[in-house]
């Protein structure tokens, strides 16, 4: 997990710059909108690119309770190392057989049961770890993906978890399940998925699972759908003042600013004549004469190749387009004539404040989302941490 701790003094190549107060602030605004749910801060594929020890902190200094990961290594590394408080939970919900789950059942974490070999394994690790594993059982309400089917299968889940609870290895504390298309208003899917779920949870119920929560909101269904907040709303691509839908609203709509700003120095500022191809294959070709300048940045770094030639960048307060096609390290922009220094700051995205691009308009140059455009930032890009102290 990338951690950059303080702002540096010297030149960098490139910089992704976190705004934790923007984050903390996001925090309260989507604690605003579900009052009266505990708010789960989803820091899987390392806080989306920006950051997760960093972005876990600042989630829980401004009220988040619950922190969530995909897979249980992520969900480790934030236990020993967030320094986060004994009362936040931690869940964490992709598991393989074989998995950590001893350590997992140590460490204090929730994990994710959706089928009986997992649930198997963790009643094994139980017995040997000596003390009850927490579970969530997951529906499958309509994804598709990962939880248990309604009807049977459901059954015999919730009926062998009541038998490993009564032996002491483990202990129901969530019921969940997650939204197909909820970043879709109007998709019938939500209203099925929903009522699905009240149902194979009051099953659970009646049979005599007490869970401490019962969760099905996504980010989308945080921001619009009350009916879907339940005990907790798992807020992930929002926490980082992205909008997860574009047709709902753009972030300030909702209250959210983004937190990562993504800038580079330029590398180089040369003339070219008119008829000079530029970047691999020549797919761009110079019109006439002009200045090039160079970005070092690349796929390697994570600049969506599939924007060669319509990515979006900031140089001297002017909307450049990347020329030609984005190379491993590095793609080019015409200046039209322009001379920058070597060094001048290239903004690819940000809030939009200073009128540079955000990351939505990279998504749409790269025909991709936003959620893709900053988690794939790598880590040779050094994350700068801003407001750190509240």
């Known amino acids: 997990m990338n951690e950059t701790g303080s702002v540096s003094t010297a030149p960098l190549r490139a910089r992704a710059e976190i705004d934790l107060a923007a984050l ?17 801060a989803v820091v899987k594929s390392d806080g989306y690119g920006h950051g997760a020890i960093p972005c876990a902190r600042a989630a829980v200094e401004a009220g988040a309770t619950w922190l969530g990961t995909a897979t249980p290594e992520e969900a480790l590394a934030l236990r020993e190392r967030a320094g986060v408080p ?27 049961v959706s089928g009986m070999w997992a649930l198997a394994e963790v ?5 040997l770890a000596g003390r009850a594993a927490r579970i969530q059982l997951k529906a499958d309400t309509g994804l598709g993906r990962n939880g248990c089917q309604p009807g049977d299968d459901w059954a015999e889940l919730v009926g062998e978890a009541l038998r490993a609870e009564a032996e002491g290895l483990v202990r129901v504390t969530g019921l969940w399940s997650h939204l197909a298309c909820a970043d879709e208003p109007g998709h019938p899917s939500v209203d099925a998925q929903v009522a699905l779920f009240r149902e194979m949870v009051a099953y659970a119920e009646q049979r005599g699972v007490r869970p401490e929560v019962r969760h099905i909101a996504n980010s989308p269904a945080t ?6 907040h339940f005990d907790l709303v798992r807020t992930g691509i929002a926490l980082y003042g992205i909008s997860p839908s574009p047709e709902l609203g753009a972030p300030a709509d909702f209250g959210l600013r983004p937190v990562m700003t993504l800038s580079a120095s330029i590398a180089l500022v040369k003339h070219v004549p008119g008829g000079h191809g530029v970047s691999y294959g020549h797919h761009y070709v110079t019109p006439g004469a002009t200045t090039l300048g160079l970005v070092p940045v690349g796929y390697a770094d994570g600049i969506p190749r599939h924007a060669s030639g319509t990515g979006p960048v900031l140089v001297g307060g002017k909307w450049r387009t990347v020329a030609g096609r984005v190379a491993m390290d590095q793609f080019v922009v015409d200046l ?12 690819l995205f940000g809030p939009g404040d200073r009128g540079e691009p955000t990351a939505e308009d990279w998504a749409k140059a790269a025909g991709t989302i936003a959620y893709e455009i900053v988690t794939r930032i ?8 801003v407001n750190v102290a509240t």
Do not use: F, H, K
């Not at 903390?24 to 789960?40: E, F, I, K, T």
């Not at 009643?123 to 017995?127: I, Q």
């Not at 039209?336 to 903004?347: L, N």
């Open 336 to 347: 039209g004539g322009d001379e920058p220094e070597a060094g001048t700051e290239a903004v």
């Open 24 to 40: 903390r602030a996001n925090v309260r605004a989507l604690r605003g909108r579900a009052p009266g749910a505990q708010l789960m």
């Open 223 to 228: 921001l619009t759908m009350p009916e879907t």
């Open 378 to 385: 790598g880590t040779r890009v050094p994350r700068v941490y």
């Open 123 to 127: 009643r094994e690790a139980a017995r």
């Open 86 to 112: 004994a009362e936040v939970r931690i869940m964490c919900w992709l598991w393989t057989p074989g998995g950590p789950w001893r350590q997992a059942i140590e460490a204090d974490l929730d994990v994710s």
